[in-house]
């Protein structure tokens, strides 16, 4: 299989994957064997689900005055901010 990478830099993504859990490392004499680790995959599937959830829940969240969109602490937010800029104004 070709990357299209270093070697060098394949070992830099998977030292990355291996610390945040996605993958289990094992030595065996010079080489360095991968495994994913399926439920660490399994909860970065799950997550990934429930942003796209809410995704879907923010294209239909709107009324004329106001966002029926909850956030987890239960405040009304919305990712669509409708801003006003008066003119000459920096924010």
Not at 74 to 86: A, E, P, Q
Request: aromatic fraction near 6%; proline fraction near 1%; charged fraction near 25%.
């Amino acid at each position: 299989l070709t990357l299209g990478i270093s070697e060098a830099a394949v070992s830099q993504h998977m030292a990355v994957l291996k610390r945040v859990g996605i993958v289990n490392v094992s030595r065996h004499g010079y080489h360095m064997h991968y495994e994913l680790n399926r439920e660490a995959l399994e909860n970065v599937i799950a997550a990934m689900n429930q942003w796209l959830e809410r995704l879907d829940n923010v294209k239909t969240c709107h009324e004329p005055d106001s966002c029926k969109f909850r956030l987890d602490d239960g405040s009304r937010g919305c990712l669509y901010k409708n801003v006003t800029r008066r003119k000459g104004s920096n924010s």
